[in-house]
């Protein structure tokens, strides 16, 4: 193996991923400045000044089945990232969320001795718990976002740290939301409704006819409605355009003021992801819709052994907002739910005392600062 340089390596796959690397490198270039940065991100990463080898926007793509078709663009990342760890060896390897990539990825680097810091666990504690004992062999550190994970890999002796949500910090709770609509240009007398149909363009091209379908019934019922779509990082406006435009709908699409835009709607319609967390924290009363291919889907179903899929319900441990999945995610049912949350005054106070209870359980922020102190004593301690 090569000498190791000065360097940390961060992969991140997707759009928060990428937000979270980004904020990670601030930190990072603030308790050793001398630390070069280089990995795998998208656009906030490199505005934090990583060198990235790979582009995340590249690279983010959801469902056993949806993978195939893209695997010569993540196999080309994957070989990429590989040369690099062997012919440059990085101080220290920061993987983030992007599970079955980086967790390949941290196996490459430990049969190195590289020393691996692994973000965001895999959900072991929600389907095909057994890949604990391969990530226990690939990991010197895992640090997790919720409490509820530490005893988990306790058990199974992973050496593992809580540090928390960055959500939490990044998230201010809601705005004004007349305040917030003001800001965005948007009609501040007119009730908001939120578009959230995902940063992957697999997830997109599956998930958006269905949204904006739901959102013109919506319309229909409800005239004075106006609603908002805010523009992921890894996107661009024409990866929208066709079908915005085959909707008739009039929506307004907004690029980097998510958690304004969040904080402007009544309601909103999303994808299952780490948008919905987003969500919750600012307090939007949401319908979260899930939907895979039907063979990603039955493969699902049959390992994943926890009662819900928004993290937030997780979080509470019950079903704090609605999920309809698969053929359950059709227009006319999240038409129906959302049409719910807006006019129910009763079952939208409960959603939003609800929602006000998981900020609560994700305590204090500091996440990323407490990440970033964890890399350097790792680095530290690999240096001595």
């Known amino acids: 193996m090569s000498q190791r340089s000065d360097s940390v390596m961060i992969v991140a796959g997707e759009a928060s991923g990428d937000l979270y ?6 930190e990072l270039r603030t308790l050793a400045p001398g630390t ?7 656009d906030r990463m490199r505005e934090a000044g990583v060198e990235t080898l790979v582009d995340a926007n590249d690279m983010a793509v959801m469902g056993l089945v949806e993978v195939v078709g893209h695997l010569p663009t993540i196999v080309k990342g994957f070989s990429v990232l590989k040369k690099r760890l062997l012919s440059d060896p990085p101080r220290l390897l920061v993987l983030i969320d992007y599970q079955d990539f980086n967790q390949r990825l941290a196996k490459v680097a430990k049969k190195a001795g590289i020393t691996v810091l692994f973000f965001i666990s895999p959900t072991v504690w929600a389907w095909r718990s057994g890949r604990v004992h391969e990530i226990r062999k690939v990991v010197d550190m895992m640090a997790v976002l919720f409490p509820f994970e530490v005893p988990f890999y306790e058990k199974a002796h992973v050496p593992v740290s809580f540090v928390g949500h960055p959500l ?3 998230v201010p709770p809601a705005l004004n939301r007349r305040e917030a609509r003001t800001a965005l240009g948007i009609d501040p007398a007119r009730r908001t409704v939120g578009l959230f149909p995902g940063s992957r363009k697999g997830v997109l091209k599956r998930l958006l006819p269905t949204v904006l379908e739901s ?6 019922s409800m005239p004075e409605l106006q609603f908002v779509l805010p523009l992921a990082a890894t996107l661009r406006p024409a990866d929208l355009e066709p079908e915005l ?36 924290l600012v307090g939007v009363p949401t319908v979260l819709i899930y939907k895979v291919s039907p063979l990603t889907y039955q493969i699902g179903k049959r390992v994943i052994n926890v009662p ?13 907002i609605k999920e309809l999945i698969q053929h359950e995610a059709n227009p006319q049912a999240i038409a129906g739910e959302a049409d719910a949350l807006l006019n129910d005054a009763s079952y939208r106070a409960q959603v939003v005392s609800d929602l006000a209870g998981v900020r609560e359980k994700l305590g204090s922020g500091g996440a990323l600062k407490r990440l970033a102190l964890l890399a350097r004593q790792m680095m530290e301690k690999d240096a001595g």
């Open 21 to 26: 690397g980004a904020e990670l490198a601030r």
């Open 36 to 42: 070069r940065l280089i990995g795998m991100g998208g």
């Open 168 to 170: 939490v910090d990044m």
């Open 215 to 220: 959102a013109v019934l919506l319309k229909k």
């Open 245 to 280: 435009s085959a909707s008739g709908l009039e929506v307004a699409v907004i690029s980097g003021k998510n958690h304004e835009l969040m904080s402007a709607c009544d309601a909103a319609i999303s994808v299952s992801g780490t948008v919905i967390m987003e969500l919750a």
């Open 308 to 320: 819900h899929i928004g993290i937030c319900n997780i979080v509470a441990g019950k079903r704090i």
